[in-house]
């Protein structure tokens, strides 16, 4: 109970990928990403999925033989890439003149 209590780990601790359930999970995303970021901007159009406004769902579900398989829902908000223009981020001359 007490491990659950700690604030999430906010740095990359290169002994992390030792475990295995987090190295299969990485090697998914490495292996899929390319496919993942196609078809969110096919859906979504051009941008991200947040890792801040975010949620993860773990649950499982059984396989055509009825063995026991995975699910893992990554959940977040789609934020769109956005042309930013100079004229749109000043207020006119800046200090530099």
Known sequence: LAAMEEPPMRVFDKRIMMEP???????????YGQAIKMLINEQCGDGIMSAIDFYLDVGTTK?????KRVVITLNGKFLPHIEQRLADNTLGKGPRG
């Not at 396989?63 to 063995?67: I, V, Y």
């Open 21 to 31: 359930n987090v190295y299969r999970t990485y090697e998914a995303v490495m292996h």
């Open 63 to 67: 396989g055509k033989q009825g063995e």
